[in-house]
């Protein structure tokens, strides 16, 4: 189903096995589907794996933007914003291995306090993927019940505000590799394979939805902090150059912009 650009006011949307989900140009820009707060955008049930959504924003559901269950759905280049829920603000797992790859999900928050994941994963006997995906300014990052397990790699989960990166019941098994896990509220360090916690230096400031990479960024391929060949890590690509900071008084940067408009 090639869908044709612009913001569609829907919920609950049934997917079906065998479909493909997709904007006509290629990019989650081009789609908005809004929630208005009355529910999900899209739900998958027992859908098999080729069923697709591609290049979409799910934006305003108030019970996680996606509800996965029994499904082995692949989600690729979508975006997931503004979304609330009290348990997966963004997604909602169960018994499922969706993949995930090239998404991003930012400013989704939590409905209950102290905080709800952004992916909430349960029971384990399938592992959902996630690669090269950028988590930023969520209420918290992956949560995992029973023995969920999830691959995650060359995936980024940064300025979580009020919950972990990761997080879950004893038993859970998240698998990292070449991921940046950093500036969360708790512990951001998770020893596996080839990651590490060094601010990803995003070009945008917080707020803006900008999360396309500086070019000294450690997440941009070549500049892993251990000189690891992981190439790009997480969502987005390199798109501006380094963003330099200098100490200044108030009254030198007064003189400067007189200097400037005259």
Known sequence: VLVECGTYCERDILMKSGVCLKSEADSPKCITI???????VIICNTNDSSTKI???TMTNASEG??????SYVVVNNCTMKNNE????????????????????????????????WTVMIAIGTDIPTFSNCTFAENS???????????????????????????????GAYPIFSCSNLFGNVGDDW????????????????????????????????????????????????????????????????????REEGQ
């Open 34 to 40: 809004d929630a208005q707060l009355q529910g999900s």
């Open 54 to 56: 591609e290049c979409i």
């Open 190 to 257: 998770i020893c596996q394979d080839n990651c590490f916690s060094t601010d990803p230096e995003f070009c945008g400031v917080f707020g803006t939805g900008n999360y396309y990479l500086q070019s000294d960024s450690p997440c941009a391929p070549g500049n892993h902090p251990d000189g690891v060949d992981c190439g790009l890590i997480g969502a987005l690509p390199v798109e501006c150059g380094t963003v330099a900071t200098k100490k200044s008084t108030w009254g030198s940067m007064k003189s400067r912009f």
């Open 140 to 170: 918290a990052g992956i949560g995992f019940v029973y023995d969920a397990a999830a691959y995650i790699d060359n995936c980024i989960i940064a300025f979580c505000t009020d919950g972990p990166a990761v997080g879950g019941d004893e």
């Open 65 to 70: 933007a996606m509800r996965i269950s029994h």
């Open 85 to 116: 829920g009290a348990n997966g603000t963004a997604v909602d797992i169960w018994q499922s291995a969706p993949q995930f790859n090239n998404c991003l999900f930012y400013a989704n928050q939590s409905t209950h306090a102290p905080f709800a």
